[in-house]
């Protein structure tokens, strides 16, 4: 491996590498027959409907089922209030970041190609790596959470098919960790897809089956309501006199975690910039991204509420966490198994759509570092009789292996780790979604301090960060609790 003959500190490391715009560009003998862009490399060939299923495939997780239990901790007035709010602060600053994809002009100005990027652009090199920790610690534990909610599917089909075999009441235990091993070693040979440029087949399959699953959900809960077994609702919060055997000081937190599993649920800013670099440049990528934003977000608001309200009306105050595991090992059996399969591909597709960014921040960071290097820089074409088949790169190769087997193993470890992304993502929620863009929105629009405009964003901000550190306290008392039974590497259903 080569190195730099000048060398410069670890910040300077880091904007060069981090915060650079990209892995350095393919020389121009190897695209000769290829069209370039106006950054010199291959034509973008992303389109409106691509970018909406990256963004369904990342904004509509398997979070979708919890929002049941969340609009039962909160009450129908302040449930469905709070997920609306939320979907329509996602689609505002998303309509912010989207013009920050360019400049200074959010048409015509230079590309930035990752959130990171556009960051240190408009806002400094220190803003940049404040952002670029939060930015993919949160992306990297929400693969690591998407491994163990993929084992805990598998599982649950496992549980189904033996209740059904031996009846219902028979003690089915089952390991999640062989099923995080088996999704490991698959996300290993699906690593290998280059670039966000070749994820649209991936994306479209898994936002498909967000529909399926989701619509599952909603279908069941219809029927449990027109069977005449729905649940006990209210209006409002109910801190006292519930029937769910709860304190005072458990209902405050598990609102505080309810307002933060919605607010979570309609994140997808951290790959926002790097969907919209997928983008062809006609029409203009800001125009096309705000209306895939406006759809995506429409699509995933209706979903999120019909999953919510019905599943709410179908079971009450006793509205489970997962909502496909409140309706037992009966009749509808096979749609819970069906459900629970297409969650599995979905979450195979979207650990993919997560990891992208970070698989692509450690390769500029290299590629910026030991730019003469071989085992970093250079493509290995796999022909078979003449026919291209692979483009590898070695280090490519050997750095996402290293990441899924890291993931995996940290899984395996923390059976528990759900409790730590609620926290990281109360932690990343306010500056990924809410300040960065206000704040690159204010600093690129050059908007006065102390205006109407600049005292709204300001406030929008505020509010966030309240709400943010409100779900991270609830997250440490669920943390707190889990620590007391952990045990690492043991992990059943």
Not at 5 to 22: K, Q, W
Not at 62 to 80: D, H, K, P, R, T
Not at 151 to 166: D, E, G, M, N, P
Not at 213 to 242: M, P
């Amino acid at each position: 491996m080569g190195s730099n003959t000048t060398r410069v500190s670890e910040l300077e490391m880091f904007e060069n590498g981090f915060c650079a715009s990209g892995l350095v560009s393919p020389r121009k003998d190897q695209l000769a027959e290829q069209e370039l862009d106006d950054d010199g490399r291959p034509k973008r060939t992303g389109t409106l409907w691509t970018a909406c299923a990256h963004i369904i495939t990342t904004a509509i997780g398997a979070g979708v089922l919890s929002l049941a239990w969340a609009v039962s901790q909160l009450g129908w007035i302040a449930g469905v209030g709070i997920l609306l709010l939320f979907s329509a602060i996602s689609l505002y600053t998303a309509n912010l970041l989207a013009d920050c994809y360019r400049s200074p002009d959010p048409v015509t100005g230079k590309r930035n190609h990752s959130y990171m990027e556009a960051v240190k652009t408009t806002l400094g090199g220190t803003m940049c790596m404040i952002c670029g920790w939060i930015q993919y610690g949160n992306l990297t534990s929400f693969v690591i959470g998407y491994t163990i909610t993929t084992a805990k599917s598998l599982v649950a089909i496992q549980k189904s098919y033996c209740h059904r075999k031996r009846g219902s009441n028979a003690p089915c235990k089952f390991s999640n960790n062989p099923h995080m091993i088996g999704l490991g070693i698959v996300e290993i040979f699906l690593s290998q897809i280059p670039n966000f440029h070749n994820l649209s087949w991936l994306s479209a399959v898994a936002a498909a089956m967000s529909f399926a699953y989701s619509t599952a959900g909603i279908g069941l809960s219809i029927h449990k309501i027109v069977t005449g077994r729905e649940g006990k609702t209210s209006l409002f919060i109910r801190v006292h006199g519930d029937d769910v055997g709860l304190s005072a000081a458990d209902k405050v937190w598990r609102m505080f975690t309810a307002a933060g599993d919605i607010a979570f649920a309609c994140i997808y800013a951290p790959v926002f910039i790097d969907i919209q670099d997928t983008l062809k440049s006609s029409p203009p990528e800001n125009k096309v991204m705000k209306r895939a934003s406006a759809i995506a977000v429409s699509v995933m608001t209706a979903f999120f509420m019909m999953c919510g309200s019905f599943g709410y009306a179908a079971f009450g105050d006793h509205a489970p966490e997962n909502l496909l595991a409140g309706f037992g090992f009966h009749q509808t059996s096979w749609v819970i198994d069906l459900a629970n399969f297409f969650i599995v591909v979905h979450l195979v597709g979207a650990y993919q759509v997560l990891a992208q960014p970070v698989f692509r921040a450690v390769e500029t960071w290299a590629s910026k570092t030991w730019p003469n290097s071989g085992f970093i820089t250079k493509e290995h074409i796999i022909s078979v009789y003449g026919k291209r088949l692979i483009i590898m790169n070695l280090f490519r190769l050997t750095w996402r292996t290293l990441f899924v087997v890291i993931v995996t193993v940290v899984a395996l470890a923390l059976p528990f780790f759900t409790d730590m992304i609620a926290l990281m993502g109360a932690i990343g929620y306010w500056p990924i979604v809410v300040y960065f863009p206000v704040e690159m929105h204010i600093a690129q629009n050059k908007i006065p301090k102390r205006t109407t405009k600049w005292a709204g964003l300001q406030l929008l901000s505020f509010v966030t960060f309240l709400i943010s550190l409100a779900a991270a306290c609830g997250a440490i008392q669920g943390l707190h609790k889990n620590l007391h039974t952990y045990e690492p590497f043991k992990s059943q259903d």
